[in-house]
C-alpha cells in the first residue's frame, strides 16, 4: 500500500497537526474544526488561562489510540457526522458545567466504537490494478492511499493449434465498480510479445469482457491486450500472448473470428438481444464479431490478414440485426 493521494477538504487540518504538536488529535483534527475544538475548552474553563492548555493536553490524550486509525475511503462521511454530533455533545456538556476530563474520555470511547463498526476497506489483490475498493483514509495526515500495484497485468501466453478456438477471458480477481464498466481491446500483431502500447492497434467495436478467436490462423499470433475502464478511466490493462502452432494443421483455409461479449446487466430482458448477422467479408477476411453472453453475434467487422509487426489494418462494416 502506497500513499495515493492528500485529501484536498482538510488544509487547516495539516496546519493544526504542526500548531498542537498532537498525532493523537490525528482523527479530531480531520474532521473537527480548530474553531470548534477551541470553542468546547473555553465553554468548560473559560477563554485564557492555564486551565485551557490543561483542557487541550486532556482532548489530546483522550484520542491518543485514535492517532494512527485507517478507515474504508467511502466511509469518511460517516465518522464525520459521528465527530459533529460529538461536538455538539461536549458543548452540552460544558455547559453543564460537567468534567472535561471524564467527557473526553466517554468522547473518545464512543468514537472508537463507531470506527468499528465502520465497513472496511477491503485487502489489495496482487498482481495489478486500481482497486478503488481498497482504498483507506488515514487519520495520520488527513491523506488517502490505495494499492501500490501497476496498471498493467502481467502478459499471459497461450499456445493454440493452428485451426482451433482461442478464448480470452478479461477479468480481474478484486471487485470491480458496478456502473460505468468498459472494456476495449487492442492487438499488436507479427508475432510480438510486449506491453509497449506503441506496437498496438485498436479493434474497433469490440468491447466485451470475453473474445474469442476461431479458427486460429498464422495472423493472429500476438498480442491482444484489454483494457478494463470505470467512467472512461483505466482500472487494469489485461495482455495475451497468442503463439499460433501448425503442429496439427487444420485442413482448409476456414474463416477466423474474434468475439467480444459484452457484459450484460442482471435481469436484463433477452429480447434486446440481437439477431444473427450476415457478415460481408473478402476471399481471406476474417471476421471479429462482437457478442452477447449467449454467444448471439451482434456486430461484425473484418480483420483483414495484411498484419505488420506494430500494425494492421482494418476494415468495420457494421450489419443490421435479425431476429
Known amino acids: 500500500m502506497a500513499l495515493l493521494a492528500r485529501d484536498s477538504a482538510v488544509p487547516s487540518a495539516l496546519v493544526a497537526l504542526t500548531v498542537f504538536r498532537a498525532p493523537a488529535w490525528a482523527c479530531l483534527i480531520c474532521f473537527t474544526s480548530y474553531k470548534e475544538r477551541t470553542r468546547?475548552?473555553?465553554?468548560?474553563?473559560?477563554?485564557?488561562?492555564?486551565?485551557?492548555?490543561?483542557?487541550?493536553?486532556?482532548?489530546?490524550?483522550?484520542?491518543?489510540?485514535?492517532?494512527?486509525?485507517?478507515?474504508?475511503?467511502?466511509?469518511?462521511s460517516h465518522l464525520r457526522d459521528a465527530f459533529t454530533q460529538m461536538t455538539?455533545?461536549?458543548?452540552?456538556?460544558?455547559?453543564?458545567?460537567?468534567?472535561?476530563?471524564?467527557?473526553?474520555?466517554?468522547?473518545?470511547?464512543?468514537?472508537?466504537?463507531?470506527?468499528?463498526?465502520?465497513?472496511?476497506?477491503?485487502?489489495?489483490v496482487p498482481p495489478c490494478g486500481f482497486q478503488d475498493v481498497a482504498r483507506r483514509f488515514v487519520c495520520f495526515g488527513c491523506y488517502s492511499k490505495a494499492?501500490?500495484?501497476?496498471?498493467?497485468?502481467?502478459?499471459?501466453?497461450?499456445?493454440v493449434t493452428r485451426g482451433q478456438q482461442a478464448k480470452f477471458s478479461c477479468t480481474v480477481?478484486?471487485?470491480?465498480?458496478?456502473?460505468?464498466?468498459?472494456?476495449s481491446w487492442r492487438f499488436a500483431?507479427?508475432?510480438?510479445?510486449?506491453?509497449?502500447?506503441?506496437?498496438?492497434?485498436?479493434?474497433?467495436?469490440?468491447?466485451?469482457?470475453l473474445a474469442r478467436i476461431r479458427p486460429v490462423q498464422p495472423t493472429h499470433s500476438g498480442t491482444f491486450s484489454c483494457s478494463i475502464l470505470h467512467d472512461q478511466r483505466p482500472v487494469a490493462r489485461l495482455y495475451f500472448f497468442l503463439n499460433e502452432s501448425a503442429a496439427l494443421e487444420a485442413a482448409g483455409d476456414g474463416v477466423g473470428a474474434m468475439e467480444?461479449?459484452?457484459?450484460?446487466?442482471?435481469?436484463?430482458?433477452?429480447?434486446?438481444?440481437?439477431?444473427?448477422?450476415?457478415?460481408?467479408?473478402?476471399?481471406?477476411?476474417?471476421?471479429?464479431?462482437?457478442?452477447d453472453p449467449s454467444g448471439v453475434d451482434i456486430l461484425s467487422m473484418v480483420l483483414q490478414e495484411q498484419l505488420t509487426k506494430v500494425s494492421f489494418a482494418y476494415l468495420l462494416t457494421l450489419f443490421s440485426s435479425l431476429k
Open 40 to 76: 468546547i475548552c473555553q465553554i468548560f474553563v473559560g477563554t485564557q488561562g492555564p486551565q485551557l492548555e490543561a483542557c487541550q493536553e486532556a482532548f489530546s490524550s483522550a484520542f491518543a489510540d485514535l492517532a494512527d486509525t485507517e478507515i474504508n475511503y467511502d466511509e469518511r
Open 88 to 124: 455538539h455533545s461536549l458543548q452540552e456538556i460544558a455547559v453543564a458545567q460537567g468534567s472535561f476530563k471524564v467527557a473526553f474520555l466517554e468522547a473518545a470511547k464512543k468514537m472508537q466504537k463507531v470506527i468499528m463498526e465502520l465497513k472496511g476497506a477491503q485487502a489489495c
Open 147 to 159: 494499492c501500490n500495484l501497476p496498471l498493467d497485468c502481467p502478459v499471459q501466453d497461450l499456445t
Open 173 to 183: 480477481n478484486f471487485q470491480l465498480p458496478k456502473e460505468e464498466i468498459t472494456y
Open 189 to 209: 500483431g507479427g508475432g510480438v510479445r510486449t506491453q509497449d502500447q506503441s506496437y498496438f492497434r485498436d479493434i474497433p467495436r469490440a468491447q466485451g469482457y
Open 260 to 291: 467480444a461479449k459484452p457484459e450484460r446487466a442482471a435481469g436484463q430482458a433477452r429480447s434486446s438481444d440481437a439477431g444473427q448477422p450476415v457478415p460481408a467479408r473478402g476471399p481471406r477476411g476474417h471476421r471479429i464479431s462482437q457478442c
